[in-house]
């Protein structure tokens, strides 16, 4: 038994969802089962079939709502793991400190590109932090007070998730200096992300051990899964960028945040009307159990 959950931006017309169990029966996905419409605009449809299949029938109703297909099995999570820039903050951090030092254009071109996976993640990323090289880390501090600023949905998927038991994990190919605080400010239980080198004040162009890009976080979702005790298709991973693509093949649900086309297309589920909390609709946690504060 599968889902389909539509989830509208404002209201979901009932048209809408007359049209999408349509699709679904007219491609062999017979609809067994439809839920209240909760908060205006979301309705889980419970249908038998492939989910292949419903992906691609539901494809065309997918202007000002996102629709997630998923086994009604295993619906709930009980670890997410997330990217950071441009998923759980609303910037890449390396861009904006690249601004400090006048060169925001030339950094924020090479990171375009790595995230389009048109560039080795790991060789990009070292480029760009030489190019920082003598940057007072006083601009690190200024940068997150004046450039930083979290996603809408952010908080309240995370601490919802966490009020239901579920790890949360926060992972990024950028630098710890950024994502400690951010972990803290939305309420994630641990980060993981690269280490700036530093001399006397200053960026001195280098990292400290080893580079976290896409295999570290694909690694970091299975053991800490394992260590949890927990099979990988009670994991959720959601990011935005080609990095992002393994641990969001390896998840049960693998979640791209209004993403680059190719982690669109690796993912199970793409998000690009709603904000965040269209993570929580997927889980069928709705706003009346979302923790606000």
């Not at 976290?212 to 800490?224: D, N, T």
């Amino acid at each position: 038994m599968f889902i389909a959950t539509l989830i509208a931006t404002e209201k979901l017309e009932k048209g809408e969802l007359s049209s999408a169990q349509d699709r679904l029966n007219a491609a062999g996905c017979a609809v067994t089962g439809l839920s209240d419409v909760v908060d205006n605009r979301v309705a889980d449809i419970f249908f038998s079939g492939s989910a292949k299949d419903a992906r691609a029938a539901l494809e065309g109703i997918k202007d000002f709502m996102d629709v997630a297909v998923q086994p009604l099995e295993n619906r709930q999570k009980k670890l997410l793991i997330s990217d950071m820039d441009s998923t759980m903050i609303t910037v890449e951090c390396i861009d904006e400190l690249a601004d400090y030092a006048g060169i925001k254009g030339q950094i924020a071109e090479i990171t375009e590109r790595a995230m389009q996976g048109e560039l080795d993640f790991e060789e990009a990323l070292r480029g760009r932090v030489a190019l920082l090289k003598g940057l007072e880390t006083s601009a690190i501090q200024k940068c997150l007070d004046e450039r930083v600023t979290i996603m809408p949905g952010a908080e309240i998927l995370v601490r919802t998730m966490r009020k239901f038991g579920a790890e949360t994990i926060l992972v990024s190919g950028g630098f710890t200096k950024f994502a400690k605080p951010v972990a803290e400010m939305i309420g994630f239980q641990s980060f993981h992300a690269n280490i700036l080198d530093e001399d006397n004040g200053q960026l001195n162009g280098g990292l400290v051990g080893e580079i976290v890009a896409a295999a570290a976080k694909k690694k970091l979702l299975e053991s800490r899964a394992e260590a949890a005790g927990l099979a990988l298709r009670d994991c959720l991973a959601v990011g935005d960028g080609a990095n992002d693509i393994p641990m969001i093949e390896t998840s049960g649900m693998g979640v791209a945040y209004h993403a680059k086309p190719k982690a669109a297309l690796a993912a199970d589920v793409a998000i690009n009307s709603n904000d965040l909390t269209a993570l929580l609709h997927m889980q069928g946690i709705s706003s009346d159990q979302w923790v606000s504060d």
